[in-house]
């Protein structure tokens, strides 16, 4: 008898991140220490356009979220934010740059009167730091999912900030021939911190980080990707839970996304949807369909339900993802519920 997947309960749209424009996307979710919840993401008219901003919502309950603008001055094109506690400061990293090829990493720092911003470099004045996913704090050092796309095949590395330290250390991680490889998404299991890579041939791949600090050649995992977004985290028990769209065809269909379960980082099973075109918000807030629309994961927007970002506070699980470049979605899950607590 086939398992039937549980169906996240409660999926609730972001009213901030509402936008009549396709270029809503990219979110990250993170819960601090004392429990508050922020989520961040860019918006503008497309990917890379001219004024396109970073937004973080933040707030114990997402019904009542304040939302700031993180965004520096100028108009340059502002990617891909990820959320990050130290403590009780919120701090968002994001790119900043027309392109992947020439974005750099900034990280910016809420305070008493407004965002501070500076550039994360390596010793090189390179740029360094998430490109993507959750930064992963492991014995004081920083560690980030970094990746480079300006050559072919696309590669990934892992940047460390060691306390006190000013420049970010990049570490690669041996890719495969003909495979890219990039944003890698960090969680630690059995005591070793791992990378899990988005990926051109159709799975999630896995790199593990040695004693020595260098990494394993990755491999390909049994979790699909599409050459789209994914994240993972670690549960209280020590298993893994990723996130990510379905299909293993390479810029294959955004939809359906899903929650998938792990106990070794190699083999994984789904446990748990998070959209798959059914779910009508309902919400006055949102703008009519774009003309044509269908729900078949399309890369235009129209039924995309996409990069995800996944937090695992106790038995509560939150996951931020892009709504049909619309808007950002928040799913809340139990682990209980969906049986791997």
Known sequence: MAHRLSIAADRRILRDSVSPHSGVHASSVSTSARGEVA???FSGRSEGAAGTKILVAHGHDDAGFSVEEVSGPGSVAQWNPVVFWEGDDLQVFSQVGESPSTWRTVRSRRTPDGWSHEPCVGPDGSSR???RNHVVACGGILFAGASVEDRRPWAS????LAPD???WQRSWIPGADDVDLIQPALAVIDGVLVALL???GGRGYLSRRRADGTWSAAVPTDLPNNNSGLDVATTPAGALLAVGNASTIDWGPRCPLLLFHSRDALTWRPVAIIDDGRWAPGD????PPHPGERFDGSLDGRGEYS???????GDRVLVSYTWQRRAIALAHLSLTAIGVA
């Open 129 to 131: 730091g998430p490109v």
């Open 157 to 160: 590395a892992v940047d460390s």
């Open 307 to 313: 990069y995800p970002s996944i937090d695992v506070s």
């Open 39 to 41: 989520v961040a993401w």
């Open 165 to 167: 330290a000013t420049f």
């Open 284 to 287: 006055d807030h949102l703008p």
């Open 198 to 200: 988005r990926s051109s």
